[in-house]
């Protein structure tokens, strides 16, 4: 083999190019021209889910450090962040209960009272089949009776907790509904009623 001949280490297959750069500073431009910093903030913030400070939300969210920070603080006035003071320094997350309230709200607008009961029958009765099956009361009981390679209990415990959990926004959505259903009989809101029927 001749020097000169490549190597199969000298082939990249998939040399860097400019292009995705392109892409990306192309998306940033087009997202800063589409929104205002508060709503950059406030889009950042929703996906935060750890303590972040308020230089690093700025950077993500393609803002001064002075204006993340001022829209933040307004954010944790308004209940949509949590804070965290770290010695002299302020940390911020999206408010846990934001989310969850965003999703009983979503499940109330996008599903009638007949479809939220019938997914709450559902759900309880599979519930009941886990306990049954198991003799536990809860996937964190059923913990202690699984053997390790067990795979088909595990995989059971991991859906009973998301049964569980979707169970919990199901009937709280229902709850959800009835009280913008009473709510607005008692203040007289029009096309309300319907709405939450």
């Known amino acids: 083999m001749d020097q000169s001949d490549p190597q199969v280490s000298d082939i990249d297959p998939f040399p860097e190019t400019d292009a995705q750069s392109n892409v990306n ?11 205002t910093a508060f709503e950059r903030v406030d889009a950042v913030l929703g996906r935060t889910t750890e303590w972040q400070s308020a230089s690093e939300i700025a950077n993500r969210a393609r803002v001064s450090e002075p204006t993340a920070r001022k829209h933040l603080v307004a954010l944790a006035d308004s209940g949509h962040a949590s804070t965290n003071q770290t010695g002299n320094a302020t940390q911020f997350r999206r408010d846990p209960d934001r989310r969850r309230l965003e999703r009983v709200q979503q499940l109330a607008d996008e599903h009638s009272r007949p479809e939220l009961e019938r997914a709450i ?3 309880k009765t599979r519930v009941r089949e886990f306990e049954d099956e198991y003799g536990a009361t809860s996937p964190e009981e059923l913990v202690d009776g699984l053997e390790p390679d067990d795979e088909a209990g595990w995989n059971d415990r991991s859906r009973w907790k998301t049964t569980r959990r979707n169970l919990a926004f199901a009937k709280t959505a229902l709850s959800f509904k009835e009280t913008r259903l009473v709510d607005a009989m008692s203040t007289g809101e029009d096309g309300a009623v319907e709405k939450n029927a």
Not at 25 to 35: F, G, L
């Open 25 to 35: 500073d192309t998306a940033e431009q087009e997202w800063k021209a589409a929104t």
């Open 121 to 123: 029958r559902e759900m």
